[in-house]
């Protein structure tokens, strides 16, 4: 079955710092795989996603992800943290399942940012 | 298109009462997703729908949690009856085809006492 972990539940950065958001998926087939962020009270809202074109993807706030078949990993950097970033952070596979398809999400990384 | 729209925003109602979530898609998405987000499990898929045909129920609790679609712009989640344990965050979430992302909406933040 099909699955992302992430690794750590919560990470702190310092404003202007790397950001590397850490995901590792599971998958039999080359899988579909999302960056959602949400913040405090928000639905969740897509930051990028990979469905088998370019390796490395660009998303919205700067932030960006690379696809490693390699390593089955899909981790989500941005070069300058903000204070904004501050959110939960989602990493999601769409996979097949029944004839139909769903996304499953990871457990969520929480992004600190401070001054 | 204005989102996913969900209502009520927030709800609370006693242990024992029935309750109903309601999720309007955006107009032309033929996938419809309802998840719950607790501290405790995270973001959870109970059940989605596609072309209004429930697919996947396998995330859904118990007896006491239904779901329907009777049409492509409406979709009902019902808790009958409700219980504290119920208390979270439901999402309700549409795509339009396979490989595209899921749009969220606002949630609805449901405290059963």
């Known amino acids: 079955a099909q699955s992302v972990t992430q690794l750590g539940s919560h990470v702190s950065v310092s404003e202007g710092a790397l950001v590397l958001l850490r995901c590792n998926y599971s998958?039999?087939?080359?899988?579909?795989l999302f960056w959602y962020v949400q913040y405090p009270n928000q639905g969740l809202q897509l930051l990028l996603k990979?469905?088998?074109?370019?390796?490395l993807v660009k998303g919205i706030n700067g932030f960006e992800a690379e696809f490693k078949k390699s390593e089955t990993s899909f981790h989500l950097t941005k070069p300058s943290a903000h204070m904004s970033d501050a959110a939960e952070y989602f990493c999601a596979v769409r996979h097949s399942t029944g004839g139909g398809n769903k996304l499953t999400f990871g457990t969520g990384t929480q992004l600190k940012v401070e001054l | 298109d204005a989102g996913v729209i969900q209502s009520p925003r927030h709800e609370v109602t006693e242990m024992g009462q029935e309750v109903t979530l309601r999720c309007k898609p955006i107009?032309?998405?033929?996938?419809l997703f309802w998840y719950r987000q607790t501290m405790m499990r995270g973001l959870e898929l109970l059940i989605y729908f596609n072309n209004n045909v429930p697919i996947d129920d396998s995330g859904m609790p118990e007896d006491r949690f239904s779901a329907k679609m009777p049409n492509a712009s409406f979709s009902t989640l019902k808790i009958q009856p409700s219980e504290p344990r119920d208390s979270a965050v439901y999402f309700c979430?549409?795509?339009?085809?396979?490989?595209?992302?899921?749009?969220f909406g606002q949630g609805t933040r449901l405290t059963v006492v």
């Open positions: 998958s039999s087939v080359p899988p579909y």
């Open positions: 990979y469905t088998s074109a370019a390796t």
């Open positions: 979430a549409s795509s339009f085809d396979w490989g595209t992302e899921a749009f």
């Open positions: 107009s032309g998405h033929d996938y």
